[in-house]
């Protein structure tokens, strides 16, 4: 006997998208100490966390240091003081009950995207619209759900549908029979978004196929148009058929702290081989207490801070910073004459390279040219192929300095 390796892992990648940007531009920051370069690659913020958050954080941490208020393991699903506040204040205003059993909080929404597929049937087919966040399709392959890549960037198996320009990034539905199809919007990393109508007929695809959407909503917050929901729940008939995935990291600075929650409504149900049907939510519940332990006490309550008028200011001001930054960096392209999508409800902004140029050739002439980092958009999926993603993440200064690099390039 042996110990055996999971040998899916060996139909992934060598490296995640991400930490292969972070090698070459290592490897180019050695080459050039003197480089100033500006990380507009991935999508980490910049801005300190909150004031509102803070305060409330070192409260909890005190509280820690004394006996009377020591907290240990608190509920795997979390403290029930923020799940009340995010359903008071992030779904009761759009018209949306929730349960509290309904929602779970969690240490990211990249870990609950990503361990969701371990509650399904490794033979469901998946959906992914492409280019796409690369945690949908890698866990699943890890897990075993597809074959091999092929020489067209497609994992076998796995359904692929388009959102580039030709379709005006709005995926159409599937032509064969699908089971879990994982949406994003405003979508990582092409920044542009759905309109209610265009989601309700996935709502509905999902109803009539018996279909379960995966919706990542991380990005709600930047939403700016009137029409664009903000939670899949708005459209009728979503709490039978959709889980939503929502983070603190991009509102309210939270990348490096942890903190997200998914929602898992009691009618989502998925069925048995003897056709019986069953509801995700106790499923995830199960997963979810023998794996994880919940989300630190002073976590929980540096969140609950954000949902204070204090705090829901402080984040606003933020997400209107970062929105000036895609302002900038959106007019300052289109005025070299590049077409430029997302920026307006998002903060990522999706460029076609100039020229054909493919999406490396365009990463290396921006590191090396303009000492920028941007991420390629074939890294995202081969309907990436031709792209590339530039964050609004970073200081203003910084992004005007990117800008004006860019535009004295030749491009
Ligand atoms: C990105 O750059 O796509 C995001 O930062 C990824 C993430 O949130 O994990």
């Excluded at 996935?202 to 029409?227: M, Q």
């Excluded at 995830?284 to 540096?302: E, H, L």
Aim: hydrophobic residues 35%; aromatic residues 10%; contains cysteine.
């Amino acid at each position: 006997m042996v110990a055996k390796i999971n040998e899916n892992y060996h139909l992934l990648k060598s490296s995640y998208i991400f930490a292969e940007i972070n090698q070459r531009v290592e490897k180019y920051q050695n080459e050039n100490p003197d480089a100033d370069i500006i990380r507009m690659g991935i999508g980490d913020v910049t801005r300190p966390l909150p004031q509102a958050v803070i305060e409330e954080f070192h409260k909890a941490v005190d509280e820690m240091a004394d006996s009377d208020t020591f907290r240990g393991y608190g509920p795997e699903q979390g403290y029930s003081f923020l799940i009340e506040d995010i359903i008071e204040n992030d779904y009761l205003p759009r018209g949306i009950e929730l349960s509290p059993d309904e929602v779970f909080i969690s240490d990211g929404a990249k870990c609950d995207t990503g361990n969701i597929q371990e509650i399904f049937d490794l033979n469901n087919v998946v959906a992914v619209t492409d280019p796409v966040y690369p945690v949908y399709v890698e866990t699943n392959v890890m897990a075993g759900r597809t074959g091999p890549m092929g020489s067209d960037g497609k994992y076998e198996k796995l359904v692929y549908l388009p959102c580039t320009a030709e379709n005006d990034f709005v995926p159409e539905l599937p032509q064969e029979d699908v089971d879990i199809i994982y949406l994003c919007f405003p979508n990582n990393p092409t920044g542009t978004t759905l309109t209610k109508e265009q989601l309700s007929k996935w709502v509905e695809y999902a109803r009539e196929n018996k279909a379960i959407i995966l919706f990542d909503a991380a990005y709600e917050a930047y939403i700016t148009e009137d029409n664009i929901p903000h939670s899949i729940y708005e459209i009728e008939g979503a709490r039978e058929v959709a889980v939503e995935f929502r983070s603190f990291s991009k509102n309210a600075g939270f990348t490096g702290t942890r903190c997200a929650y998914t929602v898992v409504p009691q009618e989502v149900k998925a069925y048995d081989k003897d056709g019986n049907a069953h509801s995700l939510n106790p499923l995830w519940n199960r997963r979810q207490t023998t794996k994880f332990n919940g989300v630190s006490y002073p976590i929980q309550k540096a969140a609950s801070a954000v949902y204070t008028p204090k705090g829901q200011k402080e984040i606003r001001e933020s997400v209107n910073y970062y929105m000036k930054n895609a302002a900038i960096i959106r007019e300052s392209l289109l005025d070299l004459g590049l077409k430029v999508y997302g920026g307006v409800n998002s903060p990522y902004i999706w460029i076609k390279t100039p020229d054909g140029m493919d999406s490396w050739k365009f990463f290396d002439l921006l590191l090396e040219k303009a000492n920028v980092v941007g991420t390629p958009g074939v890294g995202f999926g081969p309907s990436g192929e031709g792209y590339l993603r530039l964050t609004a993440f970073n200081t203003l200064e910084n992004t005007k300095q990117a800008m004006e690099r860019i535009s004295k390039l030749s491009i």
